[in-house]
């Protein structure tokens, strides 16, 4: 038997069907077919951190390319400005290096 997939929709819509309390959460999770234990569990969540909390955090698709990108780029940056100082400092420019002009 296979585990089954739910999207952050379909949980968010399970959590809101519980909070709202117009149905026992036995009759709402065999209505779903899911597990007490896990809409439990996504409730909690979701009253912890909202929405964003129930996106799988074991799926990589949900990584923001745009961060990613950005840190990569600050690494690159960072990289690239020590080896202009350095390169600085051995070609002896002024204000770099051991002179202290």
């Excluded at 709202?20 to 896990?38: F, P, W, Y």
């Excluded at 929405?51 to 799926?59: E, T």
């Amino acid at each position: 038997m296979s585990r089954r997939t739910w999207t952050v929709e379909e949980k968010l819509s399970i959590v809101l069907e519980m909070l709202k309390g117009q149905e026992s959460v036995t009759s709402l999770c065999h209505r779903h077919g899911v597990a007490m234990n896990q809409a439990y569990r996504w409730r909690d969540v979701f009253l912890e951190r909202g929405k964003h909390g129930l996106k799988d955090q074991r799926n990589p698709k949900h990584r923001d390319p745009v961060k990613e990108e950005l840190q990569a780029l600050r690494e690159l940056a960072g990289s690239q400005a020590l080896i202009i100082e350095a390169q600085k400092k051995l070609a002896g420019l002024p204000g770099f290096g051991t002179n202290g002009a």
